[in-house]
């Protein structure tokens, strides 16, 4: 399949890498010729140095007209929109505007960007904001992702003493109708797929599939039955993500603001719930400020600035003052692997979330949702099984199914369950499939 990305920046990069590990025939543009170089050595793809002032020779150059995917990711919204409209026009399937406006993503709006020819409107900080959320109604996880709603749940788990299945081989506590189970383990920079006799020690991170019901349970079993539910939220940075963050929290939960630009702080009065959201025009790295207002009262903690060594600092000194959950934007790749390292809590960063929405586009088979989980390395997906398909002519444990994925779980008649290897997958099953060092498409192939 033929990929077209204008914009090389770090969105860009990130999808050239994620496309050219699966072997498709990307093509990317770009007016900066050392970020197109940098991008070259790392990645297998074409690339044309272009200006935005000439784009219909570049995307000819292209081949636009064969092109199965379109993605337009530079920082002007309005040449992103007109990209894809142009592109459409001159044959591109598919095609993906990152735009910074809000109101772009008004179901309205997209519906008439749509019949313009524009397939699907991006906006990374709805996306990181929807993250956040999700994961303050669990504060004892790093991360969490819901299929089907929350049918089904997989959690991203630090393992401490105290967790009651610590240094006990898998094939002695889990068992085929077990509530949960382990889909992958990352031990310092390893990514183990665990068989029968891997265990958890102290320190790892762990990623758990469970159902709905049974998550009360895991919080008990992990040890963290002291995380309290999350009412007082701090939050560092008054941009766009902050605004979507707070007009999203659920009810029960508010929120302080420092922001130090006082220009922003009269802005943000306007945007958002006064009796939910107090707005400080301070700075929210500051001890002093933070004592100030309380820190030790707030069960939540976001840093949201646009300073990622900022962010990984403001988080370190949140934890120190007693906060159970803390959140950290870190939008330099670079970073990511360090603030792992230094056990911050959950990080977000908008370049992986937006990558990963536009990746689903790519895979023909029937796949609801995806995420490229930074962590371990990995990608996890949803598929429909299809009458007929490979995965539901067996029970699981003769499928001959790759090493590096693991089945998690499944959705059946609006009924989540997980998987074992006496399991048969029937046609119309919505199944979570947790891939680690394989090309995502070939697990496609076992669905359609």
Known sequence: MRVIIVGAGAIGAHLADLFSKIKQDIVIIDDDEEKLE????????????????????????????????????????????????????????????????AEFIDPQIVE??????????????????????????????????????????LLGIKVRNGCEILNQPFKDIFKPDSPYHVVAIKRG?????????????????????TTREFVPNM??????????????????????????????????????????????CEELIDLVDSDRVMVINADGRSVANLLEENIKSAQAFIALTGNA?????????????GVSKTIAMIENMDYMDIAGNVDIGTI????????????????????????????VNADVAEFTAHSGSRITRKKVRD???????????????????????????????????????TDISRIEKYFI
Not at 309 to 321: D, G, H, M, V, Y
Not at 352 to 366: C, E, F, M
């Open 38 to 101: 940098r991008i070259q050595a790392d990645c297998d793809l074409m690339t044309i140095h272009s200006s935005a002032s000439t784009p219909i020779q570049a995307l000819k150059d292209a081949g636009v007209n064969r092109s199965d995917l379109f993605i337009a990711v530079t920082r002007d919204e309005n040449l992103n929109l007109s990209l894809c409209v142009l592109a459409k026009s001159m044959g591109a399937r598919q095609t993906v505007a990152k735009v910074e406006n």
């Open 112 to 153: 008439s960007f749509k019949a313009a020819g524009i397939s699907s409107i991006i906006y990374p900080d709805n996306l990181a904001a929807l993250d956040i959320v999700n994961g303050l109604q669990l504060t004892w996880t790093r991360q969490r992702w819901d299929v089907h709603g929350g049918l089904l749940t």
């Open 189 to 209: 920079d390893t990514t183990i797929i665990p068989s029968g006799n891997d265990m958890l020690i102290e320190g790892d991170f762990v990623y758990f599939m």
């Open 219 to 264: 919080k008990n079993i992990m040890g963290k039955s002291h995380y309290p539910d999350v009412k007082n939220v701090i939050i560092v940075g008054g941009g766009k993500t902050a605004v979507r963050v707070v007009n999203m929290l659920p009810h029960g939960m508010k929120a302080k603001i420092f922001e130090n630009d006082t220009h922003r």
């Open 309 to 321: 060594e900022a962010n990984i600092l403001a988080c370190l000194t949140a934890k120190q003052l």
């Open 348 to 375: 977000i960063n908008k370049q992986a979330l937006t990558a990963s929405h536009i990746y689903q586009l790519l895979l023909n088979g029937d796949v609801r949702n995806i995420r490229n989980l930074m962590t």
């Open 399 to 437: 499928l001959d199914f790759p090493r590096e994925a693991e089945l998690g779980g499944l959705v059946r008649d609006g009924e989540g369950m997980l998987v074992n290897g006496e399991t048969q997958i029937q046609p119309g099953d919505v199944v979570v499939v947790f891939c680690h060092g």
